[in-house]
């Protein structure tokens, strides 16, 4: 450590901070810091700095004498002065234990996939089935988990006596101080595989390809994500497994456009029919239906029919059909249409009252 740190700076507290403003220091600082938990390269000389720091402010005798002498106060004395044993101990007794459990025994959850399908716009009102093949991790079946050849077993690390960590003890000029590290010789595993299974090489895993389907529902909308759960990789040390997340993406109908339960759709009629009224046949989901346009109608009036937009699987409301009526004028005209037009034209007011 550069001895010109101070104490209180590398907490991050004042000279009067009382006890229990320096304990709190402390656990914030080392849960940032522990290199458990932050692998930075700096991470585990800035944790060496705090626990220093904090063995000596947290004991009133060497705190006097720091503040009097300052670090040379100091180096005189080890850490097992200060009432620990070491790391190790210091975050057993603040943290439960936390630190000092293996890693590598924590249970994890498996490896996750992420798919896409497209679908019609027909697919995803009335729903429809998809497989897809995805490459995932599983127990090997032939050592059935254990990593061993058939007939062996798993031996105790001697190295930690199956315990999957050991203490490290280092010296400084400030004494001896000793942290748990995870055991080399297992991994952390408590136990070693001296005759690995030849299927998976002693990794009690290997990769599978599998089919898995999945039950589009009806009524689901574009960006829409369905997860299928546990059918990722195997999860490790009890872990859960992973699961398939299967994002949605609707392609653009050429008639219809939807609006959350509604479908909406345009209907282009003439000024006679828009002006006299019709019932006329126009396209819903699955086919048609008859809609009245009555007379008069014009152009951007919203027709009704009930019931024939989207109907969720989940849900009891069904949406309805929206058609936009649209009074087209015809682009040309024939001799006898413009005629009509010409007679029509001089009986018809100007203005619409």
């Known amino acids: 450590m550069n001895i010109s740190e101070d104490y209180y700076e590398i907490l991050g507290i004042s000279r009067n901070a009382s006890g229990e403003e320096v304990k709190k220091a402390f656990r914030k600082l080392a849960f940032q810091y522990h290199p458990d938990r932050n692998h930075e390269p700096e ?8 626990n220093e720091a904090y063995q000596c402010l947290c004991n009133t005798t060497s ?8 670090h040379a106060g100091q180096q005189t004395r080890g850490f097992e002065e200060y009432g620990f044993g070491g790391l190790g101990e210091i975050f057993d007794t603040f943290f439960g234990g936390a630190f000092s ?4 025994r924590t249970p994890r959850q498996g490896e996750s996939f992420r798919v896409k399908t497209k679908l019609t716009f ?15 991790r599983e127990m090997c079946t032939e050592c ?3 990593g061993c050849a058939p007939g062996t077993a798993p031996i105790r690390c001697t190295d930690c006596q199956g315990s999957g960590k ?3 003890v280092e010296q400084s000029i400030f004494g001896r101080y000793s942290h748990v590290v995870r055991c080399p010789q297992c991994g952390g595993t408590g136990s070693i595989v001296k005759n690995p299974c030849s299927a998976c090489n002693g990794s009690s895993t290997v990769v599978q390809t599998r089919t898995v389907k999945v039950e589009i529902p009806s009524g689901i909308d574009d960006s829409a994500t369905i997860t299928l759960q546990g059918q990722g990789s195997i999860g490790t040390n009890g872990g859960r497994p992973g699961d398939v997340l299967v994002n949605i993406e609707v392609s653009a109908h050429e008639s219809f456009r939807r609006d959350g339960l509604d479908i ?5 009629i003439n000024f006679a029919q828009a002006a006299l009224g019709i019932d006329v046949e126009v396209p819903v989901l699955g086919g048609t239906s008859t809609v009245h346009v009555p007379s008069n109608t014009q152009t951007g009036e919203v027709l009704r029919i009930k019931g024939k937009g989207i109907h969720p699987s989940t849900g009891r409301r069904h949406g309805d059909h929206l058609v936009h009526v649209k009074v087209v004028t ?4 024939s001799r006898d249409q413009r005629k009509l037009f010409e007679e029509l034209a001089k009986v018809l007011p100007t203005e619409q009252s």
């Open 43 to 50: 991470a585990e000389t800035r944790f060496k700095q705090i």
């Open 63 to 70: 705190r006097q004498r720091y503040d009097t002498f300052g």
């Open 101 to 104: 459990d293996s890693a590598a």
């Open 122 to 136: 027909e697919e995803s009102a009335f729903g429809c089935v998809r497989e897809f093949t995805v490459k995932r």
């Open 144 to 146: 059935r988990g254990t």
């Open 166 to 168: 050991l203490r490290k």
């Open 264 to 268: 909406h759709s345009e209907l282009p």
């Open 330 to 333: 015809p682009k040309k005209l």
